[in-house]
């Protein structure tokens, strides 16, 4: 018979009255009641059955989650299932049910439907960074037609954590003399994301593994005198990478079965630098600086591709040797007037040497032409001139001329020269306001370009042909920046004070033909303090921060090219509070600060077939507390807090691992996510 509501109602309601009746009185309700079925009768002798939630949750450690968990959080790395099942029939429970999908939308198996899953590459960890595909994969010619990716899809939490240990002393043997010295040690290790490819237009991005070390130390001797001031010390750093290759299974049907890149290679840095100081006159002091490093590097090669021997040349044996000289001169001639110079020179002498290499393209094919590598050496050459003269009622007047000379070694360019005119006016026309404006023209002449001097000019790597312009780094291209910057300040009041600040920037690239062709942006910042009283003082500004840019571009593949124009548009507006508050006197002091920031970014195209890219957009909110308490004269605890909310709109970031059908992804989601940080330290100052 069929069950409904009301049908329950009424028996509910007989089974009472019944329940009033002489025994012998009920019989005739007995007849009509509902039996179960065996299964059901099975199902009520289970007696307990035990409900699990395991997702992301359990990571997040909230009890309710909203959805807007990072899926990658999801990163169980000693689950054991069995375990679960063994604790359940000790306890009684003859029933385990495993909720796949609660409120928060999380899936707990691989899904296209969206990318709140565990669902993100195929690839598994294996031995000394090799990344394996799992048991029966089918690979195909691209990763629409994979036939078994969605069923491979395996969570992989993309993250990183840096362990840092370090100390510091300092010692003084007498008044005028100091020995400091550190050690300081970080270790990082996770996953990050890292492409590769296989034949031309095959893709992966791969969740590589991350672990090493560096170890930061030095030690120095300085002496302070009534005139003289002098300093000298070593420092050192040593790098040591865990995986000096990853590798992978290829997941497509083209190209050979596996590839290999090489990570960072382990290296070391050593220097040692001398300070000095001399007060010539009571107007005129000489400064004076010294260093000399030198960096090392001879990790083994790996071979060419997976199926071909190693190069002729087993080992880079980089070495690179650094100079740096500066000399300063700083001189009061009068109250009123300041003069200050600096030369400084820069010298970065790569030893490395050079090395013919017949390398293996996209692990395929061999080269059609050999290659050489590039040591890159450079040699600065940076010269300040700066006046200074303090006019009536509090205004300030000063000037200078800079000029930058960079020498290169195996650049497309092998000499810039920046100079910058620069002036600056400081006014105060009356008690409570001040002013400041300053402008500045520069202009950077570069050498003729040359595109086959880090190239063999036989098989460009940029895909140009001779007599074709190529696309020029910026930082080596002609260009004339101006740039022009207003600092204004109120004080009303003793206890407020207001500012606004505006800066402009213009760079015109005059003979880019492709690549960046100019740029132009501007800031604007109101701000506001106020102090309640004496300890306790409150600020707020807001920023509008406009960046626009326009270049010139050509796409290249197998001799067809492609010209297009691109222009970029980006806001930042930014709103900030913070309070400082001395709590008790030499005691407790204590602040807050609270930060928006939201960004829009868009790009515009125009030539052959080209369109717009969508809007990306991105915004972020942070809050923190900190506090200083002094236990005693020496001793000080510092504690805080802080929370940020990210989160951001990026059409690039789809979610799906196979949205590009020649690109293996790792289904990157826009980010979306809180931020927690503690933190706490005990300052002890010996005496």
């Known amino acids: 018979m069929t069950f409904t509501r009301r049908r329950f109602l009424e028996t509910t309601a007989l089974a009472g009255a019944a329940a009033c009746l002489p025994s012998g009185a009920a019989a005739w309700w007995q007849a009509g009641r509902p039996r179960p079925t065996a299964a059901q009768l099975a199902w009520q002798r289970d007696e307990l059955a035990m409900f699990i939630h395991f997702g992301v949750n359990t990571f997040s450690d909230r009890e309710w989650g909203d959805g807007k968990e990072l899926p990658s959080s999801f990163a169980p790395s000693k689950l054991d299932a069995r375990q679960w ?66 069923a491979d899809l395996a969570s992989v939490p993309l993250k990183t954590e840096r362990d840092r240990l370090g100390v510091k002393f300092s010692l003084v043997p007498s008044a005028n003399w100091e020995l400091t010295g550190h050690f300081r040690r970080e270790e990082k290790d996770g996953t990050k994301d890292v492409g590769a490819t296989f034949s031309f237009d095959r893709g992966v991005i ?288 003793e206890k407020l004070s207001l500012g606004f600040a505006v800066d402009y920037y213009s760079d015109d690239y005059d003979n880019m033909v492709l690549g960046l062709t100019e740029a132009t942006g501007y800031n604007l910042t109101p701000s506001l303090t106020y102090v309640f009283r004496e300890g306790l003082t409150a600020s707020a500004y807001y920023t509008y921060e406009r960046l626009d840019s326009e270049q010139a571009g050509r796409a290249w593949i197998h001799g067809v090219s492609t010209s297009w124009l691109e222009s970029d548009k980006n806001l930042t507006q930014t709103v900030g509070f913070s309070l400082n508050w001395v709590a008790i006197p030499k005691k407790l002091d204590i602040g807050a600060d609270l930060v928006h920031a939201d960004y829009t970014g868009e790009m515009r195209y125009a030539g052959v077939g080209a369109t717009d890219l969508p809007e990306v957009s991105a915004t972020l909110t942070g809050v923190g507390v900190h506090g200083v308490y002094k236990l005693k004269d020496n001793l000080a605890l510092r504690a805080g807090y802080r929370y940020e909310r990210y989160k951001e709109s990026d059409w690039a970031k789809s979610g799906a691992v196979d949205s590009v059908a020649t690109l293996l992804s790792l289904g990157e989601a826009p980010q979306d996510y809180d931020t927690h940080l503690v933190t706490l330290s005990l300052r002890y100052e010996f005496k």
């Open 206 to 493: 791969l969740p590589a593994p991350v672990s090493y070390q560096t170890d930061d130390f030095g030690i120095a001797m300085g002496y302070k005198g009534e005139r003289l001031q002098a300093r000298m010390g070593y420092t050192g750093s040593m790098f040591k990478n865990d995986y000096a290759r990853i590798g992978w299974d290829n997941p497509y049907a083209t190209g050979p079965a596996t590839g290999q890149m090489a990570e960072a290679p382990d290296n070391q840095f050593h220097q040692i630098d001398a300070l000095l100081g001399y007060q010539l006159s009571e107007t005129t002091r000489l400064g004076a600086k010294l260093a000399l490093g030198r960096m090392t590097q001879d990790e083994a090669f790996l071979p060419y591709g997976t199926t071909s021997g190693l190069p002729a040349t087993t080992h880079l044996d980089g070495e690179v040797n650094t100079t740096l000289a500066k000399f300063d001169l700083n001189s009061r001639p009068s109250s009123r007037l300041r003069l200050d110079a600096s030369y400084t020179y820069s010298d970065r002498d790569n030893n490395t040497p050079v090395n013919t290499y017949n390398y293996v393209i996209t692990d395929l094919a061999p080269s059609p032409d050999a290659r050489q590598n590039r040591p890159y050496s450079f040699e600065q050459q940076l010269l300040r001139l700066k006046a200074g003269y303090r006019l009536p009622k509090g205004a300030d007047l000063s000037g200078g001329f800079d000029y930058d000379r960079m020498d290169r070694t195996y650049q497309q360019v092998t000499e810039t020269d920046d100079k910058t005119l620069w002036a600056s006016l400081k006014l105060r026309p009356t008690d409570s306001v001040e002013a400041g404006l300053k402008i500045s023209h520069a202009s950077r002449d570069a050498s003729p370009y040359n595109a086959a001097a880090f190239q063999n000019p036989s098989f460009p790597e940029s895909g140009a042909v001779p007599g074709e312009p190529l696309m020029q780094a910026f930082e080596m291209a002609d260009r004339t920046r101006d740039k022009v910057g207003l600092d204004v300040s109120y004080n009303p009041q």
């Open 85 to 150: 099942a063994r604790a359940a029939k000790q306890a009684g429970f003859r029933a385990m049910i495993l909720t796949a999908k609660h409120h928060d939308g999380f899936c707990l198996w691989p899904t296209r439907t969206t990318t709140h899953s565990v669902a993100a590459s195929p690839f598994r960890a294996g031995a000394g960074g090799q990344l394996v595909l799992p048991v029966g994969w089918v690979p195909a010619g691209t990763t629409t037609t994979m036939p078994t990716l969605a």
